[in-house]
C-alpha cells in the first residue's frame, strides 16, 4: 500500500501552496497601477482621460494610449519596474491612458462609432487642446483596432502610430479565437443576455490555453514564499488576469460579427457612422510590433498590416514571445520598449 502523504493527507508541495497563498492574501494590490496619474477629462460615460506627467521636460510630443475594451489597463504599468507608461514618461513624453471604466446595463446600445467616432475622438482632441500638438496614438490589441480606425476616419487627429500585438487579419491559418468566434450568433447573444459578462468571456480565453492558464503556471508558486516581491508581481498579474469590465452588447457584437466574422478591417467593408474605415488611407508613420508566439493575435493577423496601410514610413518589430510577454516579461522591457521609445523620439 503506498504510503500517504504526511499532515493531513498534503504533499509537502501542497502545504507550500496554500502557505504562499495564505500569504499573497495579505498583500494589497492595487489595480490603478504604479505610476501616479490625474483625472483630466471624461470622454464617455463612466470613462476617464488619465494624465501621467513626464519625468523631465523636453519637449516630447504627447503619447495618447488606446486600450482594449477587454481587461484594465494595469498590466501595461504592473510594477515601477515592469511598466510601458514609466518608459515613455522617463523619456519625457505626456502620456494620456483612455480608461474606459466598466460598462453598465444602460451601456449596452453603445456601439464601435461611439467608442472610436466619439468617445476616442474626443479624447485625442483633448490631448491635443491640452499639449498644443496631436498625440502619437499607441494602440493595444482590439485598441490598436481602434487606433487604426481613428488614423483612418480622422487622420487629422494623429501624428503617429503605434500598434502592439493588434489583429488587422481576422482570418489567418491558426487564429483559434477567430474559429470560435465563427460559431457563434453574435446578435442573437447580445439580444438575449444584453451586455457580456466578464465570467463568460474571461472563461472564453482560458479555453484557449487551458493547461497553461489553469495548472502550469501554479506549479512554481510555492517557490515564491519568502520572496514578497515577486509574489507581489504574480498576484498583481492574477488580478488582472481576471478583473475583466463587462462589454457593452452593441460594441461586442459589432466586433465580433464585422471584424472576426467579416474580416471587415482588412476588406474596408468595417463601417463608422457610415464611412467605411479603409485602411489604405492611413499616411501616418507607424510602427507595428507584434509576438511570434502570440495565441490571441497571431503574428500573421498583424503583420498583414504592411500590405494594406497607405503609410510609406512603415516599420515592424517582431517580439520572441508571447502575448503578455511584449508588456511584462524583461526581455521585453529590457530590449522591446527602449526601441519603441526610441522610434517615438525620432
Partial sequence: MAESPPGNGLTDWQRRLIETLEQGAELPVDTRGATPFTLHAEPGPGMHLRRYAPARSTGQRPVLIVYSLVNRPFILDLTERRSLIAALTRAGHPVYLLDWGYPKGADRFLGLADYIDEFLAAAAEEVATSEGASPDLLGVCQGGVFALCLAALQPHRVHRLVNL???????????????MAQEVDFDQATQTLGNISAEWLNGVFVALKPYRLLAQRYMDLPELAGHPEALHDFLRLERWMYDSPDQAATAFAEFGRECYQRNGL??????????PVHLGNIEHPTLNVYAEQDHLVPADAARALRDHIGSTDYGELAFPGGHLGVFISRRAHAELLPRIVAWLAE
Fill in 165 to 179: 500585438v493588434t489583429p488587422v487579419d481576422f482570418h489567418t491559418p491558426g487564429d483559434n479565437l477567430s474559429r
Fill in 266 to 275: 482588412l476588406r474596408g467593408t468595417l463601417t463608422l457612422n457610415g464611412r
